[in-house]
């Protein structure tokens, strides 16, 4: 039971460089998001896609770009790193039938930017 | 639009005492509720989960009521263990949100031995 799995766990930048996050679920989820969780706050939404093909912006989309080209992978890219970036990030996905179903989140990729 | 307010933290027991985190939240039409943990260096985690008024969700030892009346979703469990130190979150899901959830700032939960 892979579930949600996201890769790097951990990764270092220098401002300016790029960089994708990645993130794959084998539950053959339709909707997958892109949080941020910064120190002591709650989880911002950066970007979602409810099936692929079909991405839209969340709550703080800027200086980051998603793709869904399947449905099981849906990467995160920085263009231009900054420091603001630096940040905890979570990948989710849920199943489409109904707004009770939860969320399933992967175990995150801590970055920082120096 | 969509917010969650939870208690400030960071909160401290002693193993065996009762906890509450209180939540309270603003939404449209009637959305779902739900609590999360996130223990240390892991994802969220579903802790339990509330879908229309009067539900009472409930998972090992944490229980939440849907209460509409109020707006809350308030965590309690009776005996807190030292495992259970974590940070908890409150969120909702209403609809017309594409599924999205709207998280409350997290409260730190620490249990002393």
């Known amino acids: 039971n892979a579930g949600v799995t996201q890769t790097p766990k951990f990764r270092i930048l220098k401002i300016g460089q790029s960089m994708t996050l990645q993130c794959t679920q084998d539950?053959?989820?339709?909707?997958m998001y892109w949080y941020r969780q910064d120190p002591g706050m709650g989880l911002k939404l950066i970007y979602y896609?409810?099936?692929?093909?079909?991405?839209d912006k969340g709550e703080v989309p800027n200086g980051y770009n998603v793709s869904r080209s399947t449905t099981e992978d849906f990467p995160l890219r920085l263009e231009l790193a900054a420091p603001s970036q630096t940040s905890v990030y979570f990948c989710?996905?849920?199943?489409?039938?109904?707004?009770?179903?939860?969320?399933?989140f992967g175990d995150g990729t801590r970055l920082s930017i120096l | 639009g969509d917010s969650v307010t939870q208690m400030e933290g960071p909160v401290t027991l002693s193993e065996e005492a009762f906890l509450t985190i209180n939540c309270t939240y603003t939404?449209?039409?009637?959305?779902?509720l739900f609590w999360y943990v996130q223990y240390p260096g892991e994802g969220l985690q579903l802790l339990l989960k509330?879908?229309?008024?009067?539900d009472k969700g409930s998972n090992k030892g944490f229980e939440a009521t849907y209460r509409k009346e109020t707006t809350s979703f308030h965590l309690e469990k009776g005996s807190v263990q030292v495992s259970d130190s974590a940070v908890y979150f409150c969120?909702?899901?209403?609809?017309?949100?594409?599924?999205?959830?709207?998280f409350g700032s997290g409260t730190q939960l620490t249990v002393l031995p």
């Open positions: 989710a996905s849920s199943s489409s039938d109904r707004i009770n179903q939860p969320q399933h």
């Open positions: 539950m053959n989820h339709n909707y």
């Open positions: 896609s409810v099936g692929a093909g079909i991405t």
């Open positions: 939404a449209t039409g009637y959305p779902s």
């Open positions: 509330a879908t229309k008024a009067d």
């Open positions: 969120a909702l899901i209403s609809s017309g949100s594409a599924r999205q959830l709207t």
